[in-house]
């Protein structure tokens, strides 16, 4: 098959896939999130910005090991994402508008209140895994737009997501819940952020939560009640 035909193929496979289901479009906004992320990442001043380390920081260790779940965030938004767009479009549609409310909106705090953090540890020799990917993601990403931790916003969202549709078994949401727990709190053991940037991301999380999913929670909440009595 030559080269042109796959491309039509690809192409109109794609189109059938956003005919059935009808929030996969919202996927688009990822890229879109991705090249506004690094254009604001370039653009942050070096100096002068809103530095967010507190004197409890200094009391959190720097542990190399838990690079291994900080980087897990990724995989794990595909593990949530893909299966929930497949078959559970509704549960989808709450887990892109939650991420995109508040992914969106920490990339306009960046840029009204630049931010940072100075708790990256100095001269660490790459002596196992642990330091080595962290190595790369510090040679990769700068220290600043630290506040909310994305990390945090999206890993709550994950474990929402997992209760909230009934395609993930209860293994599954315990898995996901385990790892993006660990994931979380890998963003201070491995000095990514600061603990008020997790603080922040939670507080910033549970209201946008309460708003996006407050018609399933009240649906359960009835349930228990009609159950109750």
């Given at each position: 098959?030559?080269?042109?035909?796959?491309?039509?193929?690809?192409?109109?496979?794609?189109?059938?896939?956003?005919?059935?289901?009808?929030?996969?479009?919202?996927?688009?906004?990822?890229?879109?999130?991705?090249?506004?992320?690094?254009?604001?990442?370039?653009?942050?001043?070096?100096?002068?910005?809103?530095?967010?380390?507190?004197?409890?920081?200094?009391?959190?260790?720097?542990?190399?090991?838990?690079?291994?779940?900080?980087?897990?965030?990724?995989?794990?938004?595909?593990?949530?994402?893909?299966?929930?767009?497949?078959?559970?479009?509704?549960?989808?549609?709450?887990?892109?508008?939650?991420?995109?409310?508040?992914?969106?909106?920490?990339?306009?705090?960046?840029?009204?209140?630049?931010?940072?953090?100075?708790?990256?540890?100095?001269?660490?020799?790459?002596?196992?895994?642990?330091?080595?990917?962290?190595?790369?993601?510090?040679?990769?990403?700068?220290?600043?737009?630290?506040?909310?931790?994305?990390?945090?916003?999206?890993?709550?969202?994950d474990i929402i997501c997992c209760f909230d549709s009934k395609i993930?078994?209860?293994?599954?949401?315990?898995?996901?819940?385990?790892?993006?727990?660990?994931?979380?709190?890998?963003?201070?053991?491995?000095?990514?952020?600061?603990?008020?940037?997790?603080?922040?991301?939670?507080?910033?999380?549970?209201?946008?939560?309460?708003?996006?999913?407050?018609?399933?929670?009240?649906?359960?909440?009835?349930?228990?009640?009609?159950?109750?009595?």
């Open positions: 098959m030559e080269l042109t035909g796959i491309i039509r193929k690809a192409l109109r496979t794609a189109v059938d896939f956003v005919r059935t289901h009808k929030y996969a479009w919202l996927v688009l906004y990822f890229p879109i999130y991705i090249v506004a992320f690094f254009i604001i990442e370039q653009n942050t001043p070096t100096s002068g910005y809103w530095v967010t380390d507190l004197p409890a920081d200094n009391y959190i260790p720097f542990i190399p090991g838990f690079a291994v779940f900080y980087i897990i965030w990724y995989p794990l938004f595909a593990a949530v994402g893909i299966p929930t767009l497949i078959l559970d479009g509704d549960a989808f549609k709450r887990w892109m508008y939650y991420l995109m409310v508040t992914l969106s909106c920490t990339l306009v705090f960046d840029v009204l209140v630049p931010n940072g953090q100075h708790l990256r540890p100095e001269n660490v020799q790459v002596n196992g895994l642990g330091t080595w990917i962290m190595s790369i993601i510090w040679a990769a990403d700068t220290p600043t737009n630290v506040f909310p931790s994305m990390h945090v916003l999206g890993c709550i969202g993930f078994k209860p293994w599954m949401r315990a898995v996901i819940t385990v790892l993006c727990v660990l994931c979380m709190a890998s963003t201070v053991l491995v000095k990514q952020h600061a603990f008020i940037d997790t603080v922040g991301a939670v507080a910033f999380a549970v209201p946008v939560a309460l708003v996006v999913w407050r018609k399933r929670i009240f649906r359960r909440k009835d349930r228990l009640d009609a159950v109750r009595n």
